[in-house]
């Protein structure tokens, strides 16, 4: 448990830094803008290494509520929609300049749904955990306006969808081989 808490910790509070701008800037002032990415890029795959280690440690738990059946259901769909928003995120298209945040709306999606097809404890901290870190994200983003300005260009959009549906479906079928529960009829 320790371990995925730490990882949480590092991973997400890292990820924060850009909704406290006057910190992220005396950081880069202080460690100059490479040395600051190099620092982020360690601290966050430390992280995301600590959080998959924890989370697989973790041996089965008490349940805090009882699975939403709806979610199991629409699941499929949801993470279609955020694998094309994760994709779309650093692509110059018409649905990052719709969307404004998508990564963000992304790991909100996949957050919400897997922490209501869960309800253990481990499931319930980690999903509990990027949906806070998405909320708080998400609101410090909008109030800064951090949105980047360019000219949509629609072969970014297809790129996104095609590579999102692709992804999900793979992760779909291999999600039973990479974490232990068969989530589609095509699964393996």
């Known amino acids: ?8 910790a590092v991973f997400l509070g890292v990820h ?11 950081l880069i002032t202080r460690m100059g ?10 601290a966050a795959a430390t992280g995301l290494l600590l959080i998959v280690v924890g989370f697989a440690r973790w041996h ?15 699941a499929p769909a949801v993470m279609t929609l955020s694998f094309i928003l994760l994709a779309a995120a650093n692509m110059r298209g018409h649905l990052r ?27 319930t901290l980690l999903f509990g ?5 998405a909320l708080i994200d998400l609101i410090s983003a909008i109030r800064r306006r951090a949105t980047k300005s360019f000219i949509p260009e629609f072969r970014f959009d297809v790129m ?5 549906v692709v992804l999900a479906s793979l992760v779909m079928a291999f999600h039973r081989l990479l974490f232990g529960v068969r989530v589609v009829p095509f699964g393996f």
């Open 33 to 42: 803008e490479q040395r600051y990415k190099s620092v982020f890029s360690l």
């Open 160 to 164: 996104a969808i095609v590579g999102g």
């Open 97 to 123: 300049h719709w969307v404004s945040h998508p990564m963000l709306l992304g790991v909100l999606l996949w957050a919400t749904v897997h922490l209501l097809a869960n309800g253990d404890v481990k499931g």
């Open 16 to 26: 924060l830094l850009p909704a406290v701008p006057a910190s992220r800037a005396a």
């Open 1 to 8: 448990m320790s371990l995925m808490v730490m990882g949480l």
């Open 129 to 133: 955990a990027f949906l806070a870190y």
């Open 60 to 74: 089965p738990d008490q349940r805090l509520f009882a699975p939403w059946p709806g979610a199991r259901t629409i």
